[in-house]
């Protein structure tokens, strides 16, 4: 079975400052990893993907995560926060089983300080 | 392309009563899922469906009934609706390229059961 959990439920940070978003996750097999970015009464939006390639994964909006199997994580972080950045997160993994479910987070609230 | 889109965006029942969640996308995708978004808690699968004519339960499908109508429309019912059931749903469907995926979200259906 897979689960991943999100350290923290808020973050907060002043704009022009580094951004780390933390997540673990447990898998029984290789898995693909994501995060989401979703900001108030929107939908989700990819903003990037790990699947078995380059363990450092850059995404959209200045984001990266790095992939570290030793310490089964996946954080989140971007140098500089911008006030738009401010959003929910979800980290998610993916076994690739059958109809390949996705195994979200509870989220991380991300406020940004002008 | 419309990508994912959802009717209708807000829905208020009374306990009781029944109602069809609409879905449909124009990606040409196999693969449909259904979410619910509930406070604190990320995303939860409710149903999928991998192919036109196949359906398979999720983490949570106690109370809802799905159709794939065709590879574009992925429906969502409710036949008699609970409180517990007043979530956020999701619909996505899943781009399929060799060994990598990503799921499309629509924007949302805020349902309200009193």
């Known amino acids: 079975a897979q689960s991943v959990t999100q350290l923290d439920s808020h973050v907060s940070v002043s704009e022009g400052t580094p951004v780390l978003l933390r997540c673990n996750y447990s898998s029984s097999y290789s898995p693909s990893l994501f995060w989401y970015v979703q900001h108030p009464n929107k939908g989700l939006q990819l903003l990037l993907k790990y699947t078995s390639a380059a363990t450092l994964v850059k995404g959209i909006n200045g984001f990266e995560a790095e992939f570290k199997k030793s310490e089964t994580s996946f954080h989140l972080t971007k140098p500089s926060a911008h006030m738009s950045d401010a959003a929910e997160y979800f980290c998610?993994?993916?076994?690739?089983?059958?109809?390949?479910?996705?195994?979200f987070g509870g989220g991380t609230r991300l406020m940004v300080k002008p | 392309n419309a990508g994912v889109t959802q009717t209708p965006k807000f829905q208020v029942l009374k306990t009781g009563q029944s109602m069809t969640l609409q879905c449909a996308q124009d990606?040409?995708?196999?693969?449909m899922y259904w979410y619910r978004q509930d406070p604190g808690m990320g995303l939860r699968l409710i149903y999928y469906?991998?192919?036109?004519?196949?359906?398979d339960k999720g983490e949570v499908p106690n109370g809802y009934n799905v159709s794939r109508l065709n590879k574009r429309e992925f429906s969502l019912r409710l036949e008699s609706a609970a409180p517990s059931q007043t979530s956020v749903y999701f619909c996505a469907s899943q781009l399929e390229s060799g060994v990598t995926y990503e799921q499309y979200f629509g924007p949302g259906t805020r349902l309200t059961v009193t």
């Open positions: 998610v993994v993916s076994e690739g089983n059958a109809g390949n479910m996705l195994t």
């Open positions: 469906s991998a192919s036109e004519g196949t359906t």
């Open positions: 990606m040409n995708h196999n693969s």
